[in-house]
């Protein structure tokens, strides 16, 4: 029973997430990175986001195995498919039609986006199950060259970045939001959503 609650603890993290990415893209006005590139995609050959949120992610779980030199991490498909099939309920059924005008509706609906995806974010990392192969790649980056987390995440956003530009996706001034105060959201939530997590466990220890 421990195992089935942080399943469900970590499904729920996902979804949350999903719902985030979502609401960023709904607001117009710039995405993370790879969100981005995953619009241009999905905008410049077809598909929907949710679907290239798939493909990137399988391509990195092997361009991950490549770096690190182990075997790819098949598991985090089910996050990057879970991720990707939620991102298109919401956005295909949810939020279709919803088109923020005004700069400050679409700064409010970024925001919200930004609080709802962080809190995410300290949800799902909370059981240590398999993360996604984005953040898996910072990881293997930093490992396999010996450099930090930060120049590891920087670089891969910035590759991100680049990709999106070529392709005419949705880089705007709520990628530079984003990419400054993801971070620090998730360190304010994970201290609250880990005592959860932590009570959640002990509850099914005891019973």
Partial sequence: MEFFKKIIFYLIGIIIVSLGISLTITANFGVGSWDAL???????????VGSWIFIIGFILIFVNSVIEKKKPAYLEIVAVAIIGSCVDFWLLFVLDGISPESTYMKIGLLLIGILILSFGISIYLQPKFPVSPIDHLMVAISERFGISYTIAKTSTELFAIIMALFMKGPIGIGTLIIAATIGPMIQLFFPFTKKWYERLINVRTSS
């Fill in 38 to 48: 995953n619009v241009a995609l999905s905008e410049t050959v077809g598909l929907t």
